[in-house]
T-cell receptor
Framework: NAGVTQTPKFQVLKTGQSMTLQCAQD?????MSWYRQDPGMGLRLIHY???????DQGEVPNGYNVSRSTTEDFPLRLLSAAPSQTSVYFC????????????FGDGTRLSIL | EDQVTQSPEALRLQEGESSSLNCSYT??????LFWYRQDPGKGPEFLFT???AGEEKEKERLKATLTKKESFLHITAPKPEDSATYLC???????????FGAGTQVVVTP
């Protein structure tokens, strides 16, 4: 049982490039989320999904796209990378229902030059 | 606008020196408040869920409490292995949507 797996662990991009951060979970969780974590700002929600085919915006969605075609996978796409998107990105998943905690991956450290 | 504020930003403790971390929130319709622990280079790890004012949860040296406006995480007789960043998060309109505070970085020295 691998839990939440994020790839890659590290990535350096040039401004304007696009890329996809991968997230997969093997716990059959209905809910999945993407966060970014910047120094002093905690975790900020980018997009989340309550099931396959259903996604919604979080607090900071601009510049990011998501889709959820399967229960297991929730990729995050950067359309045209900007230096302001330099951050650590975390994916999380949880069961639906009252009070179910999120399980997090170990993050993708992304630098945009 | 919903807000979650944690204080202090950083806390340095001697081993055995008990203290408390604060998470204050201004949200409409709190469904649940969560505490997580985050070690450097890792994702957050779940500690507790609290649902209503007056509720308390304990795990080893940690105890979380909840009032109508804030939550406290009490660390009793901490050990160096309790050094981490502690995050609180709330859910309001959906169990799939969380809002996190900025965290409190705790360092416990021998």
């Amino acid at each position: 049982n691998a839990g939440v797996t994020q790839t890659p662990k590290f990535q350096v991009l040039k401004t304007g490039q696009s890329m996809t951060l991968q997230c997969a979970q093997d716990m059959n969780h209905e809910y999945m989320s993407w966060y970014r974590q910047d120094p002093g700002m905690g975790l900020r929600l980018i997009h989340y999904s309550v099931g396959a085919g259903i996604t919604d915006q979080g607090e900071v969605p601009n510049g990011y796209n998501v889709s959820r075609s399967t229960t297991e996978d929730f990729p995050l796409r950067l359309l045209s990378a900007a230096p302001s998107q330099t951050s650590v990105y975390f994916c999380a998943s949880s069961y639906s229902g009252t009070g179910k905690p999120q399980h997090f991956g170990d993050g993708t450290r992304l630098s945009i030059l | 606008e919903d807000q979650v504020t944690q204080s202090p930003e950083a806390l340095r403790l001697q081993e055995g020196e008990s203290s408390s971390l604060n998470c204050s929130y201004t949200v409409s319709g709190l469904r649940g408040l969560f505490w997580y622990r985050q070690d450097p280079g890792k994702g957050p790890e779940f500690l507790f869920t609290l649902y209503s004012a007056g509720e308390e949860k304990e795990k080893e040296r940690l105890k979380a409490t909840l009032t109508k406006k804030e939550s406290f995480l009490h660390i009793t007789a901490p050990k160096p292995e309790d050094s981490a960043t502690y995050l609180c998060a709330v859910t309001t309109d959906s169990w799939g949507k969380f809002q996190f505070g900025a965290g409190t970085q705790v360092v416990v020295t021998p």
